[in-house]
């Protein structure tokens, strides 16, 4: 591959390494966690860098949703890392064994260049499955809304009929 990106989740913050051919570092940034922000900087290094992101191998700890949903829908390769693997893989490359997100982020992209063994190829999608499973996530994001709604509404009517349901009792 041209590219190796290597990506570290975290529920606010996603670290990005970006490697080039050489294995040298040509990005290595922290992004909030929001598709659009990692679409817009994709965009913004495939232009830099005159390469297509369909042929830059991504390495991830493991198969958080949004991120694959992107990469997915960029037909981007990705490679998952089991993450009781990292902390073997850090052990390898340095003696602390103190997380760091842009370490471990240039970790995974360097340990799919040199060891590629250790992670579990993904197949990019057609694109009828990536939509069946965007609308399998709405589907479940408006029943999660719903009955968040639904048990809205039970708590407001118990509490403004309460008396009227002492009374039905008595």
């Not at 490359?93 to 995974?108: I, P, T």
């Not at 939509?131 to 009955?147: E, G, H, M, P």
Request: net charge neutral.
């Amino acid at each position: 591959p041209s590219f190796t990106l290597g990506i570290d989740w975290g529920r606010k913050e996603l670290q990005f390494c970006l490697l080039n051919e050489y294995g040298d570092i040509f990005d290595n940034r922290a992004l909030a966690n929001e598709p659009e922000t990692v679409l817009a900087w994709l965009t913004q290094w495939s232009a830099q860098t005159k390469s297509d992101v369909k042929s830059w191998h991504v390495a991830i700890e493991s198969a958080h949703p949004p991120v694959v949903r992107l990469l997915e829908s960029l037909g981007m390769a990705y490679f998952i890392l089991h993450p009781q693997h990292t902390p073997r893989l850090r052990q390898l490359f340095r003696q602390s064994k103190a997380k760091d997100d842009a370490h471990d982020a240039w970790l995974l992209a360097t340990s799919l260049r040199k060891m590629p063994e250790c992670f579990e190829s993904q197949e990019t999608p057609q694109e009828s499955v990536i939509a069946l499973k965007y609308t399998v996530d709405f589907y479940q994001d408006c029943v999660k809304r719903s009955t968040q709604l639904i048990n809205k509404i039970h708590a407001l009517l118990e509490k403004g009929f309460a008396p009227l349901y002492r009374l039905k009792l008595d």
